[in-house]
Structures are given as structure tokens and as C-alpha cells.
């Protein structure tokens, strides 16, 4: 039974991630929010793309203003109105003026702007009472990018701000990795799909749905395979259908002790290496991680088809996923660093009990309060057998190996699995 931070150290390094060159695809802007960069975007505009004001004013020479003052004010000619999105058409010569807005351009032969709070107006006369600074309130062409310099690097996550950036940088298009295509399949003879009756001693298939909806949280895309039941030779055939279609397969149920539980012996009949059986965590014990080669002939840089038995018991496969697969589902996808879960030390308001064997992850919520992280322990039974107190979960206290209580107040590593409430 692998300790859990050694079972993360070992699925990481199992993790080949896409390759940007093969597993990638362009994409409009507007439908890459969340997509990861598969490859350096450089843009070919300067930004600013000209010379523009940063303030409504008058675009003047400096050296006709630098020694104005409210005693003896400049006197200039305004020669032209610069409105945004107008080019100018007159050069601004000794003793004119422009006027200009924010955003415009500079006509040529200024190189500064006043701001029009200094200046008064009558008709086409001009008074400005200060001095601005030497090219005061000019933005100027590529001072915030030059074209052709790197403007963003592969691995980068795209949302607003940087779609913002690709968009004003007139990068319509966008080479991103692929989604990760995550088979999941549920076994068990016992399973009925949501919308199915109920016979006696049947059992929903939540983990499907809910192991779905993980998967296209994390970016990638499920496959959903439904439900196999506990008979060898049907599993076999499912699960060589589900390595066959998907760069990680997750599978649930079958991989404890019971007389039922076949997934390991077929994966091993499949060929697969099998590098986990258990780890040492509660809920989530039974845990098989596995890898397939593509086939016999792949280059050692292809990178192999990740194999997750995660338990079948809606919690513990909750937990697992969470702890072992999203990091792994992470590095898969092109993120180059940040795989690991996400561990805030807070507080407890709720004494937190373990058997001291395993590492303990109890499910509750995180709120942030006056800076200090506390946690809400479910209300409900936390038997690993209940997952109706899951709802509105965002984060898994840790209890420790060897502690078998945590008091209130007592500092604590939380896992925070969804955002703060
Ligand atoms: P197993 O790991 O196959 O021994 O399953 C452990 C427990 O989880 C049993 O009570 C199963 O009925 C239940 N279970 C297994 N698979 C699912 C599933 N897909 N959805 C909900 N419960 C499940
Ligand atoms: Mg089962």
C-alpha cells in the first residue's frame, strides 16, 4: 500500500504529456477560452500600433510650451480636431496645435500632449497656463510590445485576459493541445443506469455522471462506455475497447478483494504494467494504476494509455479522482507545471476523527474568513458508503497517518477541490 504523496510522485512520472506538435489543433478565439497554448504565439502589430494620446488635450510641440506658465501662457493655432479612429492630416509646424482624444493618434510634428484641464479655447486660439513634461501623455508605437518579440508561451491556460491580448494582437486563431480523451466506463452486475427502474438490490450508476463531469471540468473529453458487468470475458472486451479509444481510461468498481472484482487480472491478461494496486488513504484504499503501451511498435516518446481502477464506491471514487487522477489528467494536457492538488492550511470548526492508519481525506467546505482558511465538516454520516452529504463539497481535510483526532482550531492541510463559496 503506497503512501498517497509517493502514489502522486509515481502517476506523475508515468504521465507523458500531449504532444504539441501531433496532439494539437487550431481553434477560433472565441471558443478558446480554457484552452492550453501548444505553441508560442508573436504577434506581427506593434502595441501600441502608432503613436496615440493617452488623455483628451491638445497634441503640441514641446518646445513651443516648455516655458508657458499661468503668468505668461503659450498662444498656439489649433489647426485640426483628431477624434479616435481618424488619421491626422496636417503636421502640427511652430506655434499650432491639435485637438486630440484619447486613443488618437499623434499628428506628426507633435510630440507631446497637453492635457485640456491647463488650456483655454476660443475658436482656433489656444492658451495653455503649464509646462507639461517632454512627450507627456504620448503612448507610443511598441512601447508595451514590439511585433515579432514573444508575446505569450506554450503551455499558457487562455482566458479573458490573455483572449483579451490575442484578440487585440489580432491572433484570431490559436494553436492549442487537443482535449485528453478520457474513456469511463462503470463495472458492476449490480448498476442501472438513472433513468432505468429500480429492481431490489440494484444500484444506481452515479459514478459515471459524476466522474463526467470531472473529466469536462478538467478540459478533457469524456467518452462514456456505461456499464459492464461482473463477467470476465465482457469486461475484457470492454476494457480493450476503451484503451483502444482514449488516452486515459477510468474505470470504477471491481478493483478490491471481492470474488467479483476482476479488472486487475484482465489488465494484466490485456498486457498492461500494473504500478499501484492500493494506496494507503481512506476513502479510496483499492486503487489500480496501470499503463498500456499504444502498441508494440510505438516510440519510447509516445506516450502510453494511462489505466485508473478507481473503487467503486461513489466516495472513495470521488476522493481518488481528485487526488490521483486530476493531477495526472493535468500534466496529460499540456499544463507545464501546477498538476498537484491545490493544499490550504486552515482550521478546523469541527473535531476530525481517523483511524490513524491511513491518510484521511473528510469532505466538508472551505470558506475563507478574515483571512484565515476554515473548514465545515459535512454534516451527515461519513461513512464511505453515504455520498449524499458530498453535495456542496469543495475541499477534503487531511488527517494524517498516526492521528487519530484533530481538535477544533488545530492547524490542518485542506484540499480544496472546487472554488470557494
Ligand atoms: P466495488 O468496488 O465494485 O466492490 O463496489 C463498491 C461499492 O460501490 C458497492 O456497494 C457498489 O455497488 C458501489 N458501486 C460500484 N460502482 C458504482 C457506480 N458506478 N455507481 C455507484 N455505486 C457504485
Ligand atoms: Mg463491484
Redesign the pocket.
Known amino acids: 500500500m503506497l503512501p498517497a504523496q509517493q502514489a502522486e510522485d509515481l502517476i506523475l512520472s508515468l504521465v507523458k504529456p500531449l504532444d504539441a506538435q501531433q496532439d494539437s489543433e487550431m481553434v477560433n478565439l472565441l471558443a478558446a477560452s480554457g484552452r492550453i497554448l501548444a505553441e508560442a504565439v508573436t504577434s506581427q502589430l506593434d502595441f501600441p500600433h502608432w503613436d496615440n494620446s493617452a488623455m483628451d488635450g491638445y497634441a503640441v510641440r514641446f518646445a513651443d510650451v516648455k516655458t508657458c506658465s499661468a503668468e505668461s501662457p503659450a498662444e498656439l493655432q489649433v489647426i485640426e480636431e483628431i477624434p479616435a479612429g481618424y488619421m491626422p492630416q496636417k503636421t502640427v509646424q511652430a506655434g499650432q496645435a491639435a485637438r486630440i482624444l484619447t486613443g488618437s493618434m499623434m499628428p506628426t510634428g507633435a510630440d507631446t500632449v497637453v492635457i485640456q484641464e491647463v488650456t483655454k479655447r476660443e475658436g482656433d486660439r489656444l492658451s495653455i497656463f503649464s509646462a507639461p513634461q517632454p512627450q507627456e501623455f504620448v503612448r507610443h508605437r511598441a512601447a508595451f510590445y514590439k511585433a515579432g518579440t514573444p508575446l505569450m508561451p506554450t503551455g499558457l491556460t487562455l482566458s479573458a485576459p490573455e483572449i483579451a491580448v490575442l484578440a487585440a494582437a489580432q491572433c484570431t486563431q490559436v494553436k492549442v493541445y487537443r482535449r485528453p480523451r478520457v474513456a469511463i466506463l462503470?463495472?458492476?452486475s449490480?448498476?442501472v443506469e438513472p433513468d432505468q427502474p429500480l429492481q431490489p438490490g440494484q444500484?444506481?450508476?452515479?459514478?459515471?455522471y459524476a466522474l463526467a463531469a470531472l473529466v469536462a471540468q478538467s478540459g478533457a473529453e469524456p467518452i462514456l462506455l456505461g456499464?459492464v458487468p461482473d463477467q470476465p470475458e465482457e469486461l475484457k472486451g470492454a476494457i480493450a475497447h476503451a484503451i483502444s479509444t482514449a488516452d486515459l481510461v477510468l474505470s470504477?468498481?471491481?478493483?478490491?478483494v471481492?470474488d467479483?472484482?476482476y479488472v486487475d487480472r484482465i489488465l494484466a491478461d490485456l498486457g498492461a504494467q500494473i504500478h499501484i494496486r492500493a494506496v494507503a488513504v481512506r476513502p479510496g484504499k483499492?486503487l489500480t494504476v496501470a499503463t498500456f503501451q499504444r502498441n508494440e511498435n510505438s516510440a519510447p516518446d509516445v506516450f502510453p494509455i494511462l489505466y485508473f481502477g478507481l473503487?467503486?464506491?461513489?466516495v472513495s471514487?470521488l476522493v481518488s479522482f481528485w487526488r490521483f487522477v486530476q493531477p495526472a489528467l493535468r500534466k496529460l494536457s499540456g499544463h507545464p507545471n501546477g498538476w498537484q492538488p491545490l493544499f490550504v492550511e486552515g482550521r478546523s470548526l469541527h473535531p476530525l476523527k481517523s483511524d490513524g492508519k491511513r491518510e484521511s481525506y473528510i469532505w466538508g467546505q472551505l470558506h475563507l474568513v478574515n483571512g484565515t482558511y476554515e473548514f465545515h465538516l459535512a454534516g451527515g454520516s461519513h461513512s464511505s458508503?453515504n455520498l449524499i452529504n458530498l453535495a456542496q463539497t469543495n475541499a477534503l481535510a487531511v488527517v494524517p497517518v498516526g492521528q487519530k483526532l484533530i481538535s477544533v482550531g488545530e492547524p490542518i492541510q485542506i484540499m480544496q477541490v472546487a472554488p470557494l463559496r
Open positions: 462503470s463495472t458492476g449490480e448498476l444500484i444506481v450508476d452515479s459514478n459515471q456499464i470504477s468498481g471491481g478493483v478490491s471481492g467479483y472484482d483499492p473503487p467503486g464506491n461513489p471514487a458508503g
